[in-house]
Structure formats: C-alpha cells, structure tokens
T-cell receptor, first 109, second 112 residues
Framework: GQQLNQSPQSMFIQEGEDVSMNCTSS?????WLWYKQDPGEGPVLLIALYKAGELTSNGRLTAQFGITRKDSFLNISASIPSDVGIYFC?????????FGTGTSLTVIP | NAGVTQTPKFQVLKTGQSMTLQCAQD?????MYWYRQDPGMGLRLIYYSASEGTTDKGEVPNGYNVSRLNKREFSLRLESAAPSQTSVYFCASALGGGEKLFFGSGTQLSVL
C-alpha cells in the first residue's frame, strides 16, 4: 500500500502555543484530508484540500496541499485543551484513501 | 442525520468464531469502505465498494469478506476469527471519487 509518513509522532505543548505537523508521501495524491480522532471515536474531518498549492483554513486550523502533490501540512494556532487528540493525514488516489500513522497532541493547561 | 452507523460497538470472539459487522449510511453516498486501526499503524483499508454492486480488495483483505447489500449498507464478515484480527474497525463513506470521507464511531473487536 501507499506509505504516508506523518511527523511528529507526538507533541506536548503549552496552551496558547501554535502547532505544526506534516505528512509526506513518495506518491502523488489528488486530495489531501486532515482528521482528528478522540478516544473511542471515529476520525472527524477537519480540512479537505483538492489542488496543489491550495491553502485552506477552518477556524484556528490551516492546511496546505504541497506543490509537488506529495505532501501536506496542518497548523493549529493558539492551542486550547480541547485540541487534544490524534491527528491523521490522508491522501486520495482514485477511489482509495491512505492514512498516515497519526500525530498525538497533548495540550498542557 | 445519523451519518455512518456501525454495530456493534464492542465484540469479543473466540478463535474460529464468525461474525458480521454492520454499517449503514444515510448520506446517499456511493462509496463505502472498511478500515482497521491498530496501534502505531494508522488506518489500513480492508475492502471498499466504489458503488452499489461492486467491491474491491484493499491493503489487508485476507480473512475478511464484504457485502454491499444496497446503496446504504456495507457489511464486513469474519468467517473464522483469529487473534490477529483483534483491532478497531471503522466503516466510512464518501459521495464519490474525490469527495470527503466520513467515518462511523468504530467497532472494537477482541479475538481470544
């Protein structure tokens, strides 16, 4: 299957700090998606990106579709305690979606 | 709207037992997917159905079968459960190619 490398694996930050995580692949994707997963729940879609170079925001979240179509990043500004969770990137090619291994975010009040 | 609904939420099986995981979506989506999630390995695709009447293997299909019963429902069957199939299973759906993928809340399966 397609390999998506997501980094960092985990982050411990103070409330109010900004967060940045990224995802890279050896393959080109047509769509990049970013999800957040809380314990015991399914992943919830945060942002969808459809074009190379696209920069999209959703509140305090900003994500970009890399120019090469092989990478994407997610920024969270001014983190708050409810940002805690695991963040996943996903890339689409054809009808299939491939996922990164996740970034675990802990926000210290 | 309920979105994507999975049942059961939890299940414990003995090795060799069979069971079917149910999934239904009420968003009129064409494509449906089954993933498994294991620690440190992200989500891996088991099977998917691009449209009603079609199913295709994903990355880890061995030991599983699927049925796209109609446009709403996509079930995953374990014919003879093995401990290696202990995992959290997620069903997901999308309107069609290129669209956003929406997930159910998962089934936690333990095979003893």
């Amino acid at each position: 299957g397609q390999q998506l490398n997501q980094s960092p694996q985990s982050m411990f930050i103070q409330e109010g700090e900004d967060v940045s995580m990224n995802c890279t692949s050896s393959s080109i994707f047509n769509t990049w998606l970013w999800y957040k997963q809380d314990p015991g729940e399914g992943p919830v879609l945060l942002i969808a990106l459809y074009k190379a170079g696209e920069l999209t925001s959703n509140g305090r979240l900003t994500a970009q579709f890399g120019i090469t179509r092989k990478d994407s990043f997610l920024n969270i500004s001014a983190s708050i305690p409810s940002d805690v969770g695991i963040y996943f990137c996903a890339g689409r090619t054809g009808n299939q979606f491939y996922f990164g291994t996740g970034t675990s975010l802990t926000v210290i009040p | 709207n309920a979105g994507v609904t999975q049942t059961p939420k939890f299940q414990v099986l003995k090795t060799g037992q069979s069971m079917t995981l149910q999934c239904a979506q009420d968003m009129n989506h064409n494509s449906m997917y089954w993933y498994r999630q294991d620690p440190g390995m992200g989500l891996r695709l088991i099977y998917y159905s691009a449209s009603e009447g079609t199913t295709d293997k994903g990355e880890v299909p061995n030991g599983y079968n699927v049925s796209r019963l109609n446009k709403r429902e996509f079930s995953l069957r374990l014919e003879s459960a093995a401990p290696s199939q202990t995992s959290v299973y997620f069903c997901a759906s999308a309107l069609g190619g290129g669209e956003k993928l929406f997930f159910g809340s998962g089934t936690q399966l333990s095979v003893l």
